[in-house]
C-alpha cells in the first residue's frame, strides 16, 4: 500500500505560481512512477504530467512551459511547479503513484495506470 497526501494547493491570481506536494509512504518510493492529474467541475479527470523512476518527466500540452514535476526521493516526495497559471487551471489536483512497469509515455498518462491517489488539493486561479 502507498499512501499519498497532497499540500499547497489555495488560491493565486492569475500569472502566478504555486508549488504543490505530495509526500508518498508505505512503500520504496524510488520505486513508483508518479503522475499528478487534474479534474475541474463538470469534467473527467485528465492528466498533467508524469515521472518516471528515472526523473524522465512528460507533461500533457497545456502543461509544457509552464509546470514542472520533479521528485526527491531522499524526501519521499513529488512536487508540481505551476507558473504563469491561467484560470482554466483552476481544479483539484492529485497526485498518483503505480508500481507497475512503465511501457511508454502514453502508458502513463493514463489514469488506469495508477493504483494509488491522493486525496487532492484545490487549486484556484482568479481573473
Known amino acids: 500500500q502507498v499512501q499519498l497526501v497532497e499540500s499547497g494547493g489555495g488560491l493565486v491570481q492569475a500569472g502566478g505560481s504555486l508549488r504543490l506536494s505530495c509526500a508518498a509512504s508505505?512503500?520504496?518510493?524510488?520505486?513508483?512512477?508518479m503522475g499528478w492529474f487534474r479534474q475541474a467541475p463538470g469534467k473527467d479527470r485528465e492528466i498533467v504530467g508524469v515521472i518516471r523512476r528515472s526523473g524522465l518527466t512528460y507533461y500533457k500540452d497545456f502543461a509544457k512551459g509552464r509546470f514542472t514535476i520533479s521528485r526527491d526521493n531522499a524526501k519521499n516526495t513529488v512536487y508540481l511547479q505551476m507558473n504563469t497559471l491561467k484560470p482554466e487551471d483552476t481544479a483539484v489536483y492529485y497526485c498518483s503513484a503505480s508500481a507497475r512497469p512503465l511501457v511508454n509515455f502514453v502508458h502513463g498518462m493514463s489514469v488506469t495506470f495508477y493504483d494509488y491517489w491522493g486525496q487532492g488539493t484545490q487549486v484556484t486561479v482568479s481573473s
Open positions: 508505505g512503500r520504496t518510493f524510488s520505486g513508483l512512477v
